[in-house]
């Protein structure tokens, strides 16, 4: 094969945890009779609660085929190159076994939002059942130091109050929550974030909030309080470019293991999402002059956050431009970016046109 696919996962694969029957058609016909990939395959995803092999395990169970953990790329997985970050006493932020995800990472010293609640209980006030029934002495308040040089956030947590009140400190405080604020301390500490989506498709009728929605809270927040923008050291997952040169290392690593001499031309981006699927897509593609692959192509299905009923008939030309911008603040709106090459159906639409495009047979 001269070709490859990154396919997104939830609105593309799944609802939530229900499969969506086109995909375990689509799948059928991208293994042979052994179960083997025909052609180099990837999942994308902008989730980052749990483990690569969890959701290799999640994917091979829903889809029928064995998957393993080297080709899924979570949100996350770029954090792995941020190794001056590994050996320091990170806060995080998210949900899901967020220590184990962390070290997975590299990451020597993570400190999740409910240890940090725990050693400064005073900090989270705002559900009045949830605050300490004796008061803590100011002498104890000192004496558990807690320094943080660096907030991670991996994905939308629970109590978003709680996260958002103790993120806050952390930032207004150089990493020392429990302190005065000092906002002459401008920028704050590094601030790493995983997945922009703004919403997602599960089971509902409608999109779901993502950590996308929660990152706009805090940066609002953060610039209601101090009058300055909440700044990044680092965003991940799509659409950010880092995330789709991580995902063409996979891609030409599957085939080098398959010892496929062709070389990969093209790789077909299959998701439901105009701002983070096909605007990634299309942004990465304006980057490829130095890779090894020579194209990417974005393919977009109907199944998830993207509804031709709900924004009208999109295909290649059309523009999205009357539509808000879901896209992250720090991402450019460009109606070139949000144009997707192809618009199909569903994922098993989407894995027939390619096959014609390049004129594959199985």
Known sequence: PSFGFLFDIDGVLVRGKTPIPAARTAFQKLVNSQGQFLVPVVFVTN?????RQKKADQLSHLLGVPISQDQVMMSHSPLRMFKR???????????????DIAQDLGFCQPITIDTLREKRPLLDAVDHDRRPNVLVSGDFFLSVPVLLPAVVLFGEPVRWETSLQLIIDVLLTSGYPGNPYEQENYPHIPVLACNMDLMWVAEAQSPRFGHGTFMVC?????????????KYEALMGKPSRLT????EHLIRAQALQRSWDHPIHTLYAVGDNVMTDVYGANLWQKELAGAAAARCRSVLVCTGVYSPHGQGTLGPGDSVTHSAFHGHRDFGFDPGLVEPDHVVPDVDAAVDLVFQLENFAP
Do not use: D, F, M
Not at 218 to 230: F, R
Not at 244 to 247: C, I, L, M, R, V
């Open 47 to 51: 989730a980052g609660n749990c483990l």
């Open 85 to 99: 970050y590994h050996e320091k006493c990170v806060l995080v932020s998210g949900q899901g076994p967020l220590l």
């Open 218 to 230: 805090l940066e609002n927040i953060y610039k209601k309080i101090t009058g300055k923008e909440l």
């Open 244 to 247: 789709y040169q991580y995902a």
